[in-house]
T-cell receptor, first 112, second 111 residues
Framework: TQLLEQSPQFLSIQEGENLTVYCNSSSVFSSLQWYRQEPGEGPVLLVTVVTGGEVKKLKRLTFQFGDARKDSSLHITAAQPGDTGLYLCAGGRYNAGNMLTFGGGTRLMVKP | DAGVTQSPTHLIKTRGQHVTLRCSPISGHKSVSWYQQVLGQGPQFIFQYYEKEERGRGNFPDRFSARQFPNYSSELNVNALLLGDSALYLC??????????FGPGTRLTVL
C-alpha cells in the first residue's frame, strides 16, 4: 500500500504543452523530495521542499509543498522531449531517520 | 567527486541462492539506505544505516540483511532468493541536509 499517491500514473503530451503531477498523502511529512528516473538508472534528486506552502522553481519546473505538508505538486511549463522520464515524489520524516516513502511514480512521455 | 557507486551492475541468480550487493556512499556521507524497486513501482525502503548501526528497517523478511563498514560502505545480503526478489536494488547516501542521493542500482534477476 502506497502512503503517497501520485497522479496521473501515465502522461503522454506534445512538446510545448504544460502539465502538473500531483503527490498526495493523509500523512504529514518533514520534507518532500522530487526525483526523476531514467530507465535502468537510479533516481536523480530534483528538489527538496520542507516548509508548508513552499514554492521552488527549477527552470521550467515549479514545485509546491502543501500548507499542511501532506501533498505536493510538480508543474512543467512548455514540456520538451528531454523531460521524458519517471517522476517520483518521496516523503521523509526526520523522527524516522528520514527514510523515504515513495509514491508509485508518474511516467511522462513528451513527443516532439 | 564520485557519486554513489554500486556493484555489480547486473546479476542473475536462481531460486534459493544467496546474493550480496555492494554500495559506496558519497565521500563524507555517513548514512546509507537501501531500497528495492520492482518494475513499474516506486522504490520501497529496506534498511538505513548510520555510523555502522541500523537506524531503520522496512517491511522485508529476515532473508534480507545488511551491514555498514568503518569506511561507510555497505552490503545488502539476500538469502534463499525468490522469483519476487527480482528488482532494481538502489543504494542512497544521505547528505548534511538529510537529502538522499541514489546510485545507479543493481539489477537482480532471479530465475
Amino acid at each position: 500500500t502506497q502512503l503517497l499517491e501520485q497522479s496521473p500514473q501515465f502522461l503522454s503530451i506534445q512538446e510545448g504543452e504544460n502539465l502538473t503531477v500531483y503527490c498526495n498523502s493523509s500523512s504529514v511529512f518533514s520534507s518532500l523530495q522530487w526525483y526523476r528516473q531514467e530507465p535502468g538508472e537510479g533516481p536523480v534528486l530534483l528538489v527538496t521542499v520542507v516548509t508548508g506552502g513552499e514554492v521552488k522553481k527549477l527552470k521550467r519546473l515549479t514545485f509546491q509543498f502543501g500548507d499542511a505538508r501532506k501533498d505536493s505538486s510538480l508543474h512543467i511549463t512548455a514540456a520538451q522531449p528531454g523531460d521524458t522520464g519517471l517522476y517520483l515524489c518521496a516523503g521523509g520524516r526526520y523522527n524516522a531517520g528520514n527514510m523515504l516513502t515513495f509514491g508509485g511514480g508518474t511516467r511522462l512521455m513528451v513527443k516532439p | 567527486d564520485a557519486g554513489v557507486t554500486q556493484s555489480p551492475t547486473h546479476l542473475i541468480k536462481t531460486r534459493g541462492q544467496h546474493v550480496t550487493l555492494r554500495c559506496s556512499p558519497i565521500s563524507g556521507h555517513k548514512s546509507v539506505s537501501w531500497y528495492q524497486q520492482v518494475l513499474g513501482q516506486g522504490p520501497q525502503f529496506i534498511f538505513q544505516y548510520y555510523e555502522k548501526e541500523e537506524r531503520g528497517r522496512g517491511n522485508f523478511p529476515d532473508r534480507f540483511s545488511a551491514r555498514q563498514f568503518p569506511n561507510y560502505s555497505s552490503e545488502l545480503n539476500v538469502n534463499a532468493l525468490l522469483l519476487g526478489d527480482s528488482a532494481l536494488y538502489l543504494c542512497a547516501s544521505t547528505g548534511l541536509g538529510n537529502e538522499q542521493f541514489f546510485g545507479p542500482g543493481t539489477r537482480l534477476t532471479v530465475l
